[in-house]
């Protein structure tokens, strides 16, 4: 899964790199406008687009004859059980696109969140790391320590949240140079890494967590922890970022998902595409 997720995170930074230093919408529209070309071909290859239109013709026809003869039952409940039989046709038509489409779409989107997903904080603010450990570990026992790269302080000691075998601390921004932090425990050491890049567009890694398939597709930003690892996971709770649009704060799947469906509406008949 780690090494899918390096794939999928290499395509996508090759992508995006060159928008680093612009507005964050530039990368958004961008990464939009290739996903719609991407799903239109991946869409044509797949789908009956010879069925997809006659069901589409049928669907249309169908729905005349509702308008056309409402006054007379028989008609008007045939061509509701015609048009729907239509529509099941057509939904049935798009539903090998769609599956194979998802798969690629959600390791697209599990990256995007780095990119788009969080905020860098600036000099003086602070960060709470939280580190989880397996149920079995007491957390009240255990010997922490946490060592902080240039340009971050720890700014507190451990806070034990017993129930939740947690462990946390504050971090202080002291300048934008960022690395790795490093949770000795005991004799035992993890690293997790702390982004601070000062570009406006940027891959941040919040969460590394354990050898979980799930919790990998959704957090891929970094190397999963070792399988004899106590911690379970290990985060920086970085702001959350939101796309400003003229005052508005837009959060960017929103915006991902209705550029992509506006670009691939628009898009399908330069690539002859029955949707």
Do not use: C
Not at 3 to 15: C, D, R, T, Y
Not at 166 to 195: C, F, P, T
Not at 199 to 207: E, G, K, P, Q, T
Not at 219 to 228: A, D, F, H, T, V
């Amino acid at each position: 899964m780690w090494w899918l997720n390096q794939a999928v995170g290499l395509v996508v930074k090759i992508f995006l790199l060159p928008f680093t230093g612009l507005n964050p919408w530039v990368g958004m529209i961008f990464i939009s406008l290739v996903t719609a070309i991407l799903m239109l071909f991946i869409y044509k290859k797949t789908s009956n687009q010879h069925g997809i239109k006659e069901a589409k013709n049928l669907i249309k026809g169908y729905l005349l004859e509702i308008r056309l003869f409402p006054n007379d039952f028989g008609i008007f409940l045939g061509g509701l059980k015609r048009l729907l039989s239509a529509n099941l046709r057509y939904l049935a038509y798009n539903l090998k696109p769609l599956l194979v489409m998802i798969v690629p779409i959600f390791l697209l989107l599990a990256q995007m969140n780095l990119w788009f997903g969080y905020q860098i904080p600036q000099p003086g603010e602070t960060l709470l790391l939280k580190v989880e450990f397996n149920q079995a570990v007491e957390v009240d026992r255990l010997d922490l320590q946490v060592e902080a790269p240039p340009g971050v302080m720890v700014d507190s000691p451990p806070v034990r949240i017993i129930d939740e075998n947690e462990v946390d601390w504050r971090l202080r921004i002291v300048e934008l140079r960022g690395g790795q932090l490093v949770i000795k425990n005991g004799g035992e050491m993890y690293a997790k890494d702390i982004s601070l890049p000062p570009s406006r567009l940027a891959r941040v890694s919040a969460i590394r967590v354990n050898q979980n398939i799930w919790e990998q597709l959704l957090n891929p930003g970094e190397k999963p922890l070792p399988r004899e690892a106590e911690i379970k996971k290990i985060e920086v709770l970085y702001p959350s970022a939101r796309l400003n649009l003229f005052g508005l704060k837009i959060h960017w799947l929103v915006a991902y998902f209705v550029l992509s469906i506006i670009f691939g509406f628009g898009l399908k008949g330069w690539f002859k595409v029955e949707i």
